[in-house]
């Protein structure tokens, strides 16, 4: 069921309580059963972030544009002083408590974040202050933070997501150039500036849950800032933590009301089950596998390895007791260079690890398959896509002519077709039945 | 007081407390520091942030390896500035350990590791750029570019020392604040 139809259920349910069609138990359960978030009036809340957006935005431009004519305590003032009213907006909003509207929490929380930024920024600038401005986005999102858990705005946690994220990954970009000074170790913070998020999602009592959109953003940078982080921990292209780090993501533990989302609703399994395919995909030709299996050599010594392999196994191991089989087959992709390594030698080519991830990523896609024809949340439609994107790939290796591959394309892509109509209709055929 | 206006409460002051700090760190310097000139380069490129600036790099930024010095990593030094005839200030001596006097400023050393035969060890001074007027900017950059292929006079930085902390004030051509001579020419 959409959550279209979990809402139409929802406003049906009063009136069914009352004429009697379901208890209130058989009420309360239904409510409980099929879920509706709270809209918390959307279009109100994009409405004051964009309002919000363009008050900031072009307070900052006037206020830079005259510069060069104002004293420099008149700079100050200019600096500060939108920060001190934009406080005192955010006091006046938080003392409304719950009559405060949702638009006017997100308006007054991004503009107070914009006036923070303005003024680190002005500071620096007034003092010419050296060092990069990801630095200083560091410290923007640490005191920026609260105000979008004391003020529920959703605007402000997509920006600090984003901040940290670009953070994480300018750790590792700028890394090797000039004087790294005393830089930070993004190994300790990005999972520390990743949890700063905890106090607005779950929240303390463990029910507030992402909006659609801050869902696709907060899996994305998280994707992101962990691979930055593997990366980092690696000091080179660390392809294999980059798949655990994927799986870790893709793995992510959910309630059962998460699980019974549809997959569109879950972009943690989709990102990460995505970067995990694609990375496979890549693995199955001889230079990435032999560059894959080398990687698992320089990562096993690390800490980070051995973290992440420990939040993956334990991921997997709660995934499995809540029958997540189709996740756990794609990220056992991930598991394949670890029992590759013994069986390579230093000089050995990477042929033999290529050809096992062309059949483990078969095997892979007939599980997804399997898996929804045994009854279980599976992804058949993925399973065929993946083995139709592995033959192509392997035709368009093949030492055969372009008239064979033509022919072997139009018979894969009818194959692909029909077996898309025979899921839309076995799907309509089961009353309820799971979803992709 | 509830719990939410007291993390706001917290939030606000750390909002003004870390633009303050450096407020005052660098008011500090330039109310009570020492004035010192450095002859420089000075390129324009862009802060996303903060907008445009003069990259200003001393030219001086290889000196004789100070003994003891660790092979790797960036390391803390600290240099004593000597004027000379010309008013311009270049590095005297530099040591691994702090040492105090109106003109020390604290600095950053790496050892190459490509070359452990070498004498000395090249530094990174704490401040690299000068904000201009995004106006200003363009011009300041070609005026700076002309001098250097008529091989005239390099931009000289001019700095405030206090306590080992550098604060960057001007960048000067001819004796004159960049940002003037643009102002004059544009007008």
């Given at each position: 069921m959409s959550l279209l139809h979990h809402r139409w259920l929802a406003e049906q349910i009063p009136a069914w309580e009352q004429e009697g069609i379901v208890t209130a138990d058989g009420a309360r359960r239904l409510r409980e059963r099929y879920v509706v978030e709270p809209q918390g009036g959307l279009a109100q809340m994009v409405v004051g972030a964009v309002g919000a957006l363009l008050i900031g935005t072009g307070l900052i431009a006037v206020l830079a544009y005259n510069w060069?004519?104002?004293?420099r305590w008149v700079r100050m003032a200019l600096a500060l002083g939108p920060l001190a009213a934009s406080q005192a907006v955010s006091w006046w909003v938080l003392g409304?408590?719950?009559?405060?509207k949702p638009w006017q929490r997100e308006a007054a929380a991004l503009v107070q974040t914009l006036a923070a930024g303005a003024a680190m920024a002005l500071v620096s600038q007034i003092y010419n202050l050296p060092g990069k401005w990801t630095d200083l986005v560091f410290w923007w999102c640490v005191v920026s933070v609260p105000l979008a858990w004391v003020l529920r705005s959703q605007a402000v946690a997509i920006a600090y997501l984003i901040g940290i994220a670009v953070w994480a990954v300018a750790q590792v970009t700028g890394r090797g150039f000039g004087f790294s000074g005393e830089g930070a170790d993004v190994r300790l913070w990005y999972p520390l500036l990743l949890a700063g998020i905890l106090p607005l999602w779950p929240g303390p009592e463990l029910r507030e849950r992402p909006a659609s959109g801050s869902r696709l953003v907060l899996a994305a940078t998280a994707l992101l800032g962990l691979f930055a982080v593997a990366t980092f921990a690696a000091d080179r292209p660390a392809f294999w933590l980059t798949m655990l780090s994927a799986a870790a993501v893709l793995l992510f533990p959910l309630d059962r009301h998460g699980i019974a989302e549809p997959l569109a609703r879950k972009p943690q399994v989709l990102l990460g089950g995505l970067a995990l395919v694609a990375m496979a995909l890549v693995a199955t030709y001889e230079d990435p596998a032999r560059h894959l299996v080398k990687s698992v050599g320089f990562a096993l010594p690390l800490g980070w390895c051995w973290l992440l392999l420990a939040v993956v196994g334990g991921f997997a191991l709660v995934a499995f007791r809540q029958g997540r089989f189709a996740v756990l087959a794609v990220a056992g992709l991930a598991v394949v260079p670890l029992l590759a390594a013994p069986l390579?030698?230093?000089?050995?080519?990477?042929w033999p690890v290529a050809i096992i991830y062309s059949f483990v990523l078969l095997a892979t896609a007939s599980a997804l398959i399997a898996i929804e024809f045994l009854g279980r949340q599976g992804a058949a439609r993925i399973g065929a896509a993946l083995i139709t994107l592995l033959v192509i790939l392997r035709m368009a290796d093949a030492d055969v002519s372009l008239l064979v591959k033509g022919l072997a394309f139009i018979v894969i892509g009818v194959g692909f077709l029909g077996f898309n109509i025979f899921i839309s209709r076995r799907r309509a055929a089961l009353p309820g039945g799971p979803s992709a | 007081m509830k719990p939410a206006l007291a993390v706001f409460a917290l939030a606000a002051v750390a909002q003004w407390l870390l633009p303050l700090a450096g407020v005052w760190q660098h008011e500090r310097v330039i109310a009570r520091g020492t004035a010192v000139r450095i002859r420089c380069v000075a390129p324009d490129p862009y802060d996303p942030l903060r907008g445009r600036f003069l990259a200003v790099r001393p030219e001086e930024n290889q000196v004789p390896k100070p003994a003891g010095?660790?092979?790797r990593g960036d390391v803390p030094v600290w240099a004593t500035l000597e004027a000379g005839d010309d008013g311009l200030s270049r590095i005297k001596s530099l040591s691994l350990e702090p040492v105090s006097g109106p003109t020390v400023i604290r600095l950053m050393a790496r050892w190459q590791r490509w070359d452990q035969e070498s004498k000395t060890v090249f530094v990174a001074w704490p401040f690299d750029r000068f904000y201009l007027n995004e106006r200003l900017a363009p011009d300041a950059d070609k005026l700076v570019a002309e001098r250097f292929r008529e091989g005239r006079a390099r931009p000289v930085a001019e700095i405030r020392l206090l306590d080992g902390r550098a604060v960057l004030t001007d960048v000067l051509v001819d004796g004159t604040s960049i940002r003037d001579v643009v102002k004059q020419q544009a007008n």
């Open positions: 060069d004519d104002f004293p409304k408590d719950e009559a405060a390579s030698g230093k000089d050995t080519s990477g | 010095m660790p092979e």
